[in-house]
């Protein structure tokens, strides 16, 4: 488990980008920590998005039939609901498989990852390497470094900076959407401050459970001078009474003319401990008063 096969010219990619870090020596050595920066990225918008989600109670009114809620209705409803499945949600495991590419200045590689996830509350994950295959310098430099932020990502500080709230994010209802869950609040967000941590885009709110389902966005903050671009996918699946990651597509343009192409496929997921997800308990006040004054 702790041996990774790697390509054979990975010695020769590396000598290469230690003999071009003399004749260009940034670039050389920016190519290297985008990588990283690039990953760091994308966990940081997974971690702004990291929430549980609450089961479809018997009781609860479905939204988008009644009558439409305000951008900070939803998102009151949301912050709420991320709470109570966060409490909810014990523990659970599941599988993720990291795929990476590369290509550029000086040339191409690709890496892939298997592991396997364990998640115990308060906010504790262990992770095991299954396999990892391709570029050892991706897998060492990149993928490993990925699982290690993820560790970091967890503290308590770095959570409330890139919480969606209305402290850190405006919101702009843009309208309604079918999906496949049923339907779908469209908002509109945009960061209140430049940071690192934050992002612009879209998000897609289940209006049934009040889940973000969706996300398309870019940093609002360039994490580092040679990456010009950065664009973000993440899907939520409903696993038993929770969503969580599905599938996180992330595509990096670099200034030397390349990009690099990241993936992550989650499956096999398991709740293996989890207590019953309190109700929103603004739900039926806000819907009864919201239907009212539609009827007026």
């Not at 702009?172 to 779908?184: A, D």
């Amino acid at each position: 488990m702790s041996k990774f096969p790697a390509c054979d010219h990975d010695k020769s990619f590396a000598m290469k980008l230690h003999k071009a870090s003399h004749r260009v020596a940034t670039p050389a050595t920016g190519v290297l920590r985008f990588a990283a920066r690039f990953v760091m990225l994308v966990l940081l918008i997974l971690a702004t998005l990291r929430q549980p989600a609450s089961a479809q109670q018997p009781d609860r009114v479905h939204v988008v039939n009644l009558a439409p809620l305000t951008a900070q209705q939803v998102v009151s409803n949301l912050a709420q609901m991320n709470l109570h499945r966060v409490q909810a949600l014990r523990a659970y495991q599941g599988t993720r498989t990291y795929r990476i590419k590369y290509q550029g200045f000086p040339g191409v590689r690709s890496a892939e990852m298997v592991v396997k996830l364990k998640y115990l509350s308060p906010g504790k994950k262990e992770f095991v390497i299954q396999s990892a295959t391709g570029s050892k310098l991706i897998i060492d430099k990149v993928l490993k470094n990925l699982l290690a932020a993820e560790q970091e990502e967890l503290v308590p500080g770095t959570q409330r900076r890139s919480a969606l709230t209305e402290d850190n994010y405006h919101f702009r209802l843009n309208g309604h959407e079918s999906g496949p869950s049923g339907g779908t609040y469209v908002l509109q967000v945009e960061p209140r401050r430049k940071d690192k941590f934050l992002y612009r885009g879209r998000i897609w709110v289940d209006a049934r459970d009040f889940a973000v389902v969706r996300l398309e966005a870019e940093p609002t903050k360039n994490p580092s001078f040679w990456t010009k671009q950065t664009n973000i996918v993440q899907v939520y699946t409903k696993v038993s009474d929770f969503w969580l990651p599905a599938y996180n597509h992330s595509i990096a343009a670099i200034r030397l003319g390349g990009h690099a192409d990241l993936t992550i496929e989650y499956k096999d997921y398991a709740i293996t401990d989890a207590g019953k997800v309190s109700t929103l308990s603004t739900a039926r006040s806000t819907l009864h008063s919201e239907t009212a004054r539609a009827q007026r």
